[in-house]
Protein backbone atom coordinates (compact mmCIF):
# COMPACT_ATOMS: atom_id res chain seq x y z
CA UNK A 1 0.00 0.00 0.00
CA UNK A 2 1.35 3.39 -0.97
CA UNK A 3 2.30 5.14 1.94
CA UNK A 4 1.05 8.75 2.84
CA UNK A 5 3.35 12.21 2.90
CA UNK A 6 3.55 12.38 6.09
CA UNK A 7 4.78 9.17 6.62
CA UNK A 8 7.72 9.32 4.10
CA UNK A 9 11.21 9.70 4.81
CA UNK A 10 13.64 12.20 3.46
CA UNK A 11 15.34 9.35 1.52
CA UNK A 12 12.00 9.30 -0.52
CA UNK A 13 12.95 10.91 -3.95
CA UNK A 14 9.98 12.48 -4.18
CA UNK A 15 9.98 13.88 -0.99
CA UNK A 16 13.64 14.48 -0.98
CA UNK A 17 13.47 16.91 -4.15
CA UNK A 18 10.30 18.27 -2.94
CA UNK A 19 11.96 19.55 0.11
CA UNK A 20 15.41 20.69 -1.42
CA UNK A 21 13.43 22.95 -4.05
CA UNK A 22 13.38 25.12 -0.41
CA UNK A 23 16.58 27.11 -0.46
CA UNK A 24 16.65 27.08 3.16
CA UNK A 25 16.50 22.95 3.71
CA UNK A 26 18.86 22.82 0.68
CA UNK A 27 21.47 24.94 2.24
CA UNK A 28 21.29 22.87 5.45
CA UNK A 29 22.04 19.77 4.03
CA UNK A 30 24.72 20.95 1.85
CA UNK A 31 26.13 22.26 4.91
CA UNK A 32 25.77 19.04 6.25
CA UNK A 33 27.08 17.05 4.04
CA UNK A 34 30.31 19.18 3.03
CA UNK A 35 30.86 19.98 6.73
CA UNK A 36 31.34 23.73 6.60
CA UNK A 37 29.37 26.79 5.75
CA UNK A 38 28.19 28.05 2.44
CA UNK A 39 26.74 31.16 0.99
CA UNK A 40 23.18 31.17 0.09
CA UNK A 41 21.63 28.99 -1.56
CA UNK A 42 19.31 29.62 -4.70
CA UNK A 43 17.27 26.10 -6.05
CA UNK A 44 17.03 26.62 -9.89
CA UNK A 45 13.85 24.79 -10.76
CA UNK A 46 13.63 25.66 -14.44
CA UNK A 47 16.81 22.50 -14.47
CA UNK A 48 14.88 20.95 -11.11
CA UNK A 49 11.44 19.89 -13.11
CA UNK A 50 9.44 18.20 -10.17
CA UNK A 51 6.62 20.40 -11.20
CA UNK A 52 4.78 20.40 -14.63
CA UNK A 53 1.36 20.45 -15.52
CA UNK A 54 1.16 17.54 -17.41
CA UNK A 55 3.60 15.25 -15.23
CA UNK A 56 5.33 14.40 -18.24
CA UNK A 57 9.14 16.07 -17.35
CA UNK A 58 9.22 14.56 -13.91
CA UNK A 59 13.10 14.84 -12.42
CA UNK A 60 13.36 13.72 -8.99
CA UNK A 61 17.14 15.56 -8.51
CA UNK A 62 18.29 18.85 -7.42
CA UNK A 63 19.92 21.59 -9.59
CA UNK A 64 21.15 24.60 -7.33
CA UNK A 65 24.03 27.07 -6.92
CA UNK A 66 25.24 29.70 -4.32
CA UNK A 67 25.62 33.10 -4.83
CA UNK A 68 29.56 32.54 -5.71
CA UNK A 69 28.00 30.44 -7.99
CA UNK A 70 28.96 26.75 -6.77
CA UNK A 71 26.83 24.31 -8.64
CA UNK A 72 25.42 21.33 -7.30
CA UNK A 73 23.46 18.65 -8.10
CA UNK A 74 21.71 16.34 -5.61
CA UNK A 75 19.49 12.94 -5.75
CA UNK A 76 18.50 10.51 -3.39
CA UNK A 77 18.75 6.89 -4.46
CA UNK A 78 17.16 4.09 -2.95
CA UNK A 79 17.76 0.83 -5.66
CA UNK A 80 21.54 0.43 -6.73
CA UNK A 81 20.62 -0.17 -10.51
CA UNK A 82 24.76 -0.16 -10.64
CA UNK A 83 24.88 2.86 -12.98
CA UNK A 84 25.73 5.69 -10.77
CA UNK A 85 29.30 6.48 -12.22
CA UNK A 86 27.63 7.14 -15.34
CA UNK A 87 24.92 8.99 -14.02
CA UNK A 88 27.37 11.13 -11.64
CA UNK A 89 29.24 12.34 -15.22
CA UNK A 90 25.70 12.89 -16.88
CA UNK A 91 24.84 15.53 -14.12
CA UNK A 92 28.31 16.69 -14.29
CA UNK A 93 28.38 17.41 -18.04
CA UNK A 94 24.65 18.50 -17.73
CA UNK A 95 25.50 21.36 -14.86
CA UNK A 96 28.80 22.51 -17.51
CA UNK A 97 26.52 22.77 -20.49
CA UNK A 98 23.98 24.56 -18.73
CA UNK A 99 26.09 27.36 -16.85
CA UNK A 100 28.75 28.14 -20.01
CA UNK A 101 27.21 30.42 -22.62
CA UNK A 102 27.89 30.56 -25.94
CA UNK A 103 31.58 31.97 -26.70
CA UNK A 104 32.63 32.25 -22.98
CA UNK A 105 36.17 30.79 -22.06
CA UNK A 106 36.03 27.27 -20.58
CA UNK A 107 37.47 29.41 -17.59
CA UNK A 108 34.31 30.77 -16.62
CA UNK A 109 33.12 27.11 -15.78
CA UNK A 110 32.23 26.76 -12.07
CA UNK A 111 33.25 24.29 -9.63
CA UNK A 112 30.55 21.70 -9.39
CA UNK A 113 29.26 18.98 -6.96
CA UNK A 114 27.43 15.93 -8.14
CA UNK A 115 25.84 14.51 -4.52
CA UNK A 116 24.31 10.97 -4.45
CA UNK A 117 22.50 10.13 -0.87
CA UNK A 118 22.16 6.44 -1.22
CA UNK A 119 20.26 4.10 1.04
CA UNK A 120 22.91 1.10 -0.18
CA UNK A 121 26.77 0.90 -0.10
CA UNK A 122 27.24 2.05 -3.58
CA UNK A 123 30.56 0.78 -3.50
CA UNK A 124 30.95 -2.09 -0.93
CA UNK A 125 33.71 -0.56 0.71
CA UNK A 126 31.62 -0.31 3.84
CA UNK A 127 32.07 4.04 4.02
CA UNK A 128 29.64 6.35 4.90
CA UNK A 129 31.22 8.53 2.39
CA UNK A 130 32.85 8.16 -1.16
CA UNK A 131 34.52 11.70 -2.29
CA UNK A 132 36.43 11.34 -6.21
CA UNK A 133 37.80 14.15 -7.70
CA UNK A 134 40.03 13.79 -11.08
CA UNK A 135 43.77 13.57 -10.16
CA UNK A 136 46.33 12.50 -12.55
CA UNK A 137 47.87 8.86 -12.03
CA UNK A 138 50.98 8.95 -12.71
CA UNK A 139 52.11 11.61 -9.88
CA UNK A 140 48.81 11.70 -8.10
CA UNK A 141 47.81 15.62 -7.89
CA UNK A 142 44.53 17.16 -8.72
CA UNK A 143 43.15 17.89 -12.27
CA UNK A 144 41.99 21.57 -11.24
CA UNK A 145 38.66 21.03 -12.98
CA UNK A 146 37.07 21.95 -9.78
CA UNK A 147 34.68 18.90 -9.81
CA UNK A 148 33.96 16.74 -7.08
CA UNK A 149 31.51 13.82 -7.17
CA UNK A 150 30.12 12.96 -3.42
CA UNK A 151 28.42 9.13 -2.76
CA UNK A 152 26.62 8.93 0.35
CA UNK A 153 25.93 5.65 2.28
CA UNK A 154 23.77 5.45 4.95
CA UNK A 155 24.44 1.78 5.67
CA UNK A 156 27.70 2.76 6.55
CA UNK A 157 29.85 1.53 9.25
CA UNK A 158 33.26 3.58 9.81
CA UNK A 159 31.39 5.61 12.34
CA UNK A 160 34.46 6.60 13.96
CA UNK A 161 36.30 8.15 11.02
CA UNK A 162 32.82 9.78 9.78
CA UNK A 163 31.66 13.76 11.24
CA UNK A 164 29.22 12.60 13.76
CA UNK A 165 26.88 15.42 12.14
CA UNK A 166 27.05 13.62 8.90
CA UNK A 167 26.16 9.77 10.76
CA UNK A 168 23.22 11.29 12.17
CA UNK A 169 21.92 12.96 9.43
CA UNK A 170 22.27 9.62 7.16
CA UNK A 171 20.75 7.76 9.72
CA UNK A 172 17.89 10.22 10.18
CA UNK A 173 17.44 10.02 5.70
CA UNK A 174 16.40 6.56 6.91
CA UNK A 175 14.18 7.51 9.81
CA UNK A 176 12.66 11.03 9.58
CA UNK A 177 10.86 10.74 12.83
CA UNK A 178 10.17 12.64 15.87
CA UNK A 179 11.61 9.79 17.94
CA UNK A 180 14.63 9.98 15.67
CA UNK A 181 15.58 13.64 15.39
CA UNK A 182 15.02 13.33 19.58
CA UNK A 183 17.34 11.29 20.04
CA UNK A 184 20.00 12.67 17.86
CA UNK A 185 20.59 16.06 19.81
CA UNK A 186 21.47 17.33 17.05
CA UNK A 187 20.47 21.33 16.43
CA UNK A 188 20.96 21.06 12.71
CA UNK A 189 18.55 17.97 12.55
CA UNK A 190 16.31 19.21 14.91
CA UNK A 191 15.72 22.73 13.09
CA UNK A 192 15.32 19.80 9.68
CA UNK A 193 13.00 17.51 11.19
CA UNK A 194 10.66 21.22 11.77
CA UNK A 195 10.88 22.78 8.26
CA UNK A 196 10.31 18.94 6.82
CA UNK A 197 7.12 18.38 9.22
CA UNK A 198 5.86 21.27 8.05
CA UNK A 199 6.77 20.69 4.44
CA UNK A 200 4.53 17.33 4.92
CA UNK A 201 1.54 19.19 6.14
CA UNK A 202 1.70 21.18 3.29
CA UNK A 203 -1.97 20.24 1.38
CA UNK A 204 -0.53 21.64 -2.26
CA UNK A 205 1.96 19.27 -1.64
CA UNK A 206 -0.10 16.27 -0.63
CA UNK A 207 -2.70 16.79 -3.31
CA UNK A 208 0.32 16.63 -5.82
CA UNK A 209 2.04 13.82 -4.26
CA UNK A 210 -1.82 11.73 -4.92
CA UNK A 211 -1.86 12.93 -8.40
CA UNK A 212 1.67 11.93 -9.09
CA UNK A 213 1.16 8.34 -7.37
CA UNK A 214 -2.14 8.16 -9.52
CA UNK A 215 -0.26 8.78 -12.83
CA UNK A 216 3.00 6.86 -12.07
CA UNK A 217 0.25 3.92 -11.24
CA UNK A 218 -1.54 4.36 -14.34
CA UNK A 219 1.95 4.76 -16.11
CA UNK A 220 2.57 1.35 -14.14
CA UNK A 221 0.44 -0.48 -15.12
CA UNK A 222 0.07 0.88 -18.98
CA UNK A 223 4.03 -0.87 -18.54
CA UNK A 224 2.79 -3.84 -17.16
CA UNK A 225 0.61 -4.11 -20.00
CA UNK A 226 2.77 -3.90 -22.81
CA UNK A 227 5.56 -5.87 -20.83
CA UNK A 228 2.42 -8.78 -20.48
CA UNK A 229 1.48 -8.28 -23.89
CA UNK A 230 5.37 -8.31 -24.86
CA UNK A 231 5.65 -11.68 -22.69
CA UNK A 232 2.88 -13.35 -23.96
CA UNK A 233 4.04 -12.84 -27.80
CA UNK A 234 7.47 -14.10 -26.61
CA UNK A 235 5.85 -17.12 -24.98
CA UNK A 236 3.53 -17.74 -27.73
CA UNK A 237 6.59 -17.57 -30.24
CA UNK A 238 8.39 -19.66 -27.62
CA UNK A 239 5.97 -22.52 -27.47
CA UNK A 240 5.46 -22.02 -31.31
CA UNK A 241 9.29 -22.73 -32.11
CA UNK A 242 9.22 -25.52 -29.19
CA UNK A 243 5.89 -27.06 -30.88
CA UNK A 244 7.31 -26.96 -34.37
CA UNK A 245 10.72 -28.54 -33.08
CA UNK A 246 8.54 -31.38 -31.92
CA UNK A 247 6.89 -31.65 -35.35
CA UNK A 248 10.12 -31.18 -36.75
CA UNK A 249 11.44 -34.33 -35.08
CA UNK A 250 8.18 -36.72 -35.49
CA UNK A 251 8.97 -36.28 -39.33
CA UNK A 252 12.32 -36.26 -39.22
CA UNK A 253 11.20 -39.72 -37.00
CA UNK A 254 9.13 -40.88 -39.86
CA UNK A 255 10.93 -39.63 -42.85
CA UNK A 256 13.85 -41.27 -41.51
CA UNK A 257 11.73 -44.54 -40.58
CA UNK A 258 10.40 -44.38 -44.57
CA UNK A 259 13.50 -43.45 -45.80
CA UNK A 260 14.97 -46.93 -43.80
CA UNK A 261 11.98 -49.08 -45.05
CA UNK A 262 12.33 -48.06 -48.91
CA UNK A 263 16.05 -48.66 -48.79
CA UNK A 264 15.60 -52.10 -47.45
CA UNK A 265 12.89 -52.63 -49.79
CA UNK A 266 15.16 -51.38 -52.47
CA UNK A 267 18.32 -53.35 -51.38
CA UNK A 268 15.54 -56.63 -51.18
CA UNK A 269 14.55 -56.29 -54.44
CA UNK A 270 18.16 -55.46 -55.86
CA UNK A 271 19.38 -58.76 -54.10
CA UNK A 272 16.23 -61.00 -55.64
CA UNK A 273 17.13 -59.41 -59.07
CA UNK A 274 20.92 -60.13 -58.91
CA UNK A 275 19.80 -63.86 -57.83
CA UNK A 276 17.67 -64.30 -60.66
CA UNK A 277 19.94 -62.63 -63.29
CA UNK A 278 22.69 -64.99 -62.02
CA UNK A 279 20.19 -67.98 -62.30
CA UNK A 280 19.92 -67.13 -66.22
CA UNK A 281 23.75 -66.39 -66.60
CA UNK A 282 24.40 -69.75 -65.40
CA UNK A 283 21.33 -71.40 -67.33
CA UNK A 284 22.76 -69.96 -70.29
CA UNK A 285 26.32 -70.65 -70.13
CA UNK A 286 25.32 -74.06 -69.34
CA UNK A 287 23.43 -75.01 -72.41
CA UNK A 288 25.04 -72.31 -74.96
CA UNK A 289 27.35 -70.03 -73.93
CA UNK A 290 26.89 -66.39 -73.28
CA UNK A 291 28.01 -62.72 -75.50
CA UNK A 292 29.43 -59.80 -73.42
CA UNK A 293 26.66 -58.16 -74.69
CA UNK A 294 24.02 -60.61 -73.81
CA UNK A 295 25.62 -60.91 -70.45
CA UNK A 296 25.89 -57.50 -68.87
CA UNK A 297 21.92 -57.01 -70.64
CA UNK A 298 21.09 -59.59 -67.99
CA UNK A 299 23.07 -58.71 -64.48
CA UNK A 300 21.73 -54.74 -65.65
CA UNK A 301 18.60 -55.45 -65.33
CA UNK A 302 16.31 -55.06 -62.36
CA UNK A 303 13.17 -55.62 -63.02
CA UNK A 304 12.57 -59.14 -60.93
CA UNK A 305 9.11 -59.89 -63.19
CA UNK A 306 11.25 -59.15 -66.42
CA UNK A 307 14.09 -61.55 -65.31
CA UNK A 308 11.72 -64.15 -64.02
CA UNK A 309 10.49 -64.15 -67.36
CA UNK A 310 14.24 -64.76 -68.76
CA UNK A 311 14.40 -67.42 -66.23
CA UNK A 312 11.53 -68.97 -67.83
CA UNK A 313 12.79 -68.70 -71.58
CA UNK A 314 16.69 -70.28 -70.60
CA UNK A 315 14.96 -73.07 -69.05
CA UNK A 316 12.67 -74.12 -72.19
CA UNK A 317 14.47 -72.31 -75.33
CA UNK A 318 16.91 -74.71 -77.58
CA UNK A 319 19.20 -72.31 -78.70
CA UNK A 320 20.69 -68.59 -77.92
CA UNK A 321 18.88 -66.54 -80.59
CA UNK A 322 15.58 -68.57 -79.75
CA UNK A 323 16.08 -67.15 -76.32
CA UNK A 324 17.61 -63.79 -77.29
CA UNK A 325 14.66 -63.55 -79.60
CA UNK A 326 12.47 -63.58 -76.62
CA UNK A 327 14.09 -61.75 -74.67
Known amino acids: MKKQLKDLNLNNAFLFAAALQEPDI?????????????PRVKVHTEHTILFSNNLRSIRLDVYASTETEVKYN?????????????????HQAEMDVTSLKPGEDFNELK???????????????????YTFEERCLEENFPLG????????????KNEKETPELLVHFLKYMEESTDACAV?????????LHGRLDALKRSRDLE????????WLDNEAHIEAQELAKGMAEELAKGMAEELA??????????????????????????????????????????????????????????????LKSWHKSAVLTSSLD??????
Open 26 to 38: CQMILEIILGKEI
Open 111 to 129: PGYVIFICTFDPFGKGRYQ
Open 322 to 327: EFVSKM
Open 245 to 306: KDIAKELAKDMAQELVRDMAEKVAKDMAAKAVAEDVIDILELKYGLTPEIHDKIILESDIQI
Open 74 to 90: LEAQNRDEKNLPKRSRF
Open 183 to 191: RMQEPVIDK
Open 207 to 214: AYYMTLGE
Open 145 to 156: DETMKIFLNTKG
